[in-house]
């Protein structure tokens, strides 16, 4: 395991905002630890993301080929996978962290998530390069994460290869929109 800057990563967006009248910069950096493999991983880890792998098999993906399974850890022991379902009309489908999350918001309402694993695997091609949560998927795992008032871990891989773990949503999320903003 290395710490590594997000800028060390391509499939990381680092943010940086400019404002023109003052020319003053905001470099935003995120830090992740990268692992070699699974093997590396605590083994309460490496069960997650063998949950992952299983859940993904599950996956409903006749359009895209992709397959995602993911699997929270709950505080309480429990273990809530997903996998992700896709619909003819594209804007109707879950993906795989949304699918998790929200039957574990909607079974287990005041139990905080730990940790999720997140795993994919294409039906065209091998992905051995970790593949992070969507931008949808980012913003609901941060919405849990301030409401629970503490951090979710993120671990995600390809088929295989790589694991990157992110200690918090807000990793691979610095600018989270949330409730405070509708007020």
């Known amino acids: 395991m290395k710490a590594l800057c997000v800028s060390d ?9 400019t404002n023109t009248r003052n020319l003053k910069k905001h470099k935003i ?13 605590p083994d309460s880890i490496q069960q997650l993301i063998n949950k992952a792998q299983q859940a993904r098999e599950k996956a409903y993906a006749p359009y895209s080929h992709f397959k995602v399974g993911a699997a929270l850890l709950l505080e309480n022991g429990e273990v809530v996978s997903g996998s992700n379902q896709e619909n003819a009309a594209f804007p109707s489908g879950l993906c795989a962290e949304r699918v998790a999350v929200f039957h574990a918001g909607a079974t287990y309402p005041d139990v905080a998530v730990s940790a999720i694993a997140l795993t994919v695997r294409s039906l065209q091609k091998e992905i051995d390069k970790p593949t992070p949560p969507c931008g949808a998927c980012r913003q609901v795992l941060a919405e849990y994460e301030i409401k629970q008032q503490s951090p979710i871990s993120v ?8 694991v990157v773990k992110a200690a918090s949503v807000s ?3 610095p600018l989270i929109f949330d409730s405070s903003f509708l007020r």
């Open 9 to 17: 990563l391509p499939l990381i967006l680092e943010t940086s905002t």
């Open 29 to 41: 950096e995120s830090y992740l630890e990268v692992y070699d493999s699974v093997t590396e991983l």
């Open 155 to 162: 671990y995600f891989m390809g088929e295989i290869g790589k």
């Open 171 to 173: 990793d691979l999320l």
